[in-house]
């Protein structure tokens, strides 16, 4: 079980408190993980990457245990400790600066 | 007695605010969506409490929200949690993507530049079909939802009406404007921000630009180019929709046949520039303007928020200041942040980026902020209910 937080806005728009929590195959990828979210919610689906192409929103971020993995490719195995969920999976909005 | 229900778009959330028809009394609702940019809320005029929003984002991207009952409740049409596990969601509400090859128009350095979505300033329902909406998007098209806000889709002969020579101003290549004619099924204008009027007579398929007469001087190297004038607002009553009135970003313009020409009526206007413009409910001669300093000073003239008004459709204009702050003023109206009501003694409203919305009950003799210290006020709407 894959624990995933999601920033504020998107925690409402899904309308969830808290941590989600996923199935997300094996192995647990970043593509995974992303397709496991929009499938429970589809509310998000263009709200992270986009609906098209799939890249990430610019202002988006991945982080897992301390690494920042937004510029990875999907296909990136996630650490063991976030696949396990001992370790959440983190979406993060980016800093706005100001 | 008729009430009065006026929905509010802000920098960060929307508002809504109800009053009975005398329209002394108001309460506040709000924030909707507390934190996002509401562009545009826009209820059906053949089913008043389904309301549509434009909520957006820079990080989060573009939602569509819609209410069934008047705003207390919202979803995100299509956007409910799958039923079986595995199923693939077949809502797509934010999915905004642009029709056939994506083309290219002209970017600030000259070069061609693909459109890219960033979001919609401008939400306009259908006068008979509660569930078909237009939807006005930056980079500049026109969107369509025949299923409630479900799925969009493009109708890409507008970009075709010499799109490639389209260029964004500074705030952005927006479509703000979607006038339907509820005598013509089959017409519609449009307006888009540095690039002009555009309109169409067979329902969307194909486009013209309807901007002779308009005259751009300082903004552009042939001030009477086809395309490319910086078309703020463009407004019509109901009873006379061939009769358009526009805010130029200079210019007060007048149209007596459909666009096809324009003339300009700022009279004594003490600036021409501005950006909202709207017409009475009843009077359709009757045109209401915010003039602000300058394309440079985004404020009105002297410190003083003044409504202008011309009873003759242009031309004599009179100053509305009873109510308004007339001392120390520098907020600005933006384009999509003034409406009518339909009431027998005509209300006008418009919000301000000071976060204040005024109101008239009396077609702008008098005014009194009906809420003060929102967020910078992004677009207005009126709702006449029963």
Known sequence: MIRVVLPFHLRTLARVDGEVQLEAGSPVTLGSVLDALEARYPVLRGTIRDHVTLRRRPFVRFFASKEDLSFEPPETKLPDAVATGDEPFLIVGAMAGG | ?386
């Not at chain 2, 909707?32 to 940019?37: K, R």
């Not at chain 2, 956007?79 to 595995?86: N, Y």
């Not at chain 2, 806000?149 to 109708?155: D, P, Y």
């Not at chain 2, 001669?285 to 003039?291: A, S």
Request: proline share 8%; with cysteine; net charge negative.
């Open chain 2, 1 to 386: 007695m008729s009430k009065v229900r006026v929905l509010v778009g802000t920098k960060k959330g929307a508002f809504i605010l109800t009053s009975d028809g005398k329209r002394q009394n108001w309460e506040v609702n709000g924030p909707h969506f507390a934190g996002w940019e509401m562009y545009h809320l826009k209820g059906s005029p053949v089913a008043p409490n389904r309301i549509y929003a434009s909520q957006t984002s820079g990080w989060f991207g573009q939602m569509i929200q819609r209410s069934d009952d008047g705003g207390k409740t919202w979803e995100t049409p299509g956007g409910e949690p799958t039923p079986t596990p595995g199923e693939l969601p077949k809502g797509e509400s934010n999915k905004f993507v642009y029709k056939g090859e994506v083309g290219t128009h002209k970017w600030y350095d000259g070069t061609q530049h693909p459109w890219e979505f960033k979001r919609i300033w401008h939400l306009e329902p259908s006068l008979t079909d509660p569930n078909t909406v237009f939807a006005g998007a930056e980079d500049a098209a026109l969107f369509t939802t025949t299923d409630g806000g479900k799925t969009w889709q493009e109708l890409p002969g507008l970009r075709r009406a010499k799109g490639h020579l389209w260029q964004p101003g500074a705030g952005g290549m927006c479509l703000h404007t979607i006038l339907l004619d509820p005598s013509n099924a089959n017409r519609i204008f449009i307006a888009i921000s540095a690039a002009g009027a555009f309109r169409t007579d067979d329902g969307g398929k194909t486009w013209k630009p309807v901007n002779q007469g308009l005259k751009s001087p300082y903004e552009l190297p042939d001030p009477d180019a086809e395309v490319g004038h910086c078309v703020h607002r463009i407004a019509m009553n109901p009873s006379r929709p061939g009769v358009l009135f526009m805010q130029k970003h200079w210019d007060v313009m007048r149209s007596d046949n459909a666009g096809d020409s324009w003339q300009e009526v700022s009279g004594n206007l003490p600036s021409d520039f501005g950006f909202p413009i709207d017409v009475h409910a009843h009077e359709p001669e009757t045109i209401y303007v915010v003039p602000i300093k300058s394309d440079s000073e985004h404020f009105p003239p002297d410190g003083k928020l003044r409504v202008y008004r011309s009873r003759t459709g242009g031309n004599e204009w009179e100053a509305l200041t009873k109510g308004l702050p007339q001392k120390d003023c520098y907020v600005n109206v933006l384009r999509d942040a003034m409406a009518v009501d339909s009431l027998e003694s005509c209300g006008v409203y418009f919000g301000t980026t000071g976060g204040q919305v005024y109101a008239s009950a009396d077609s702008g003799d008098t005014w009194n902020a009906i809420v003060r210290d929102l967020p910078a006020v992004l677009s207005v709407e009126v709702q006449t209910l029963p």
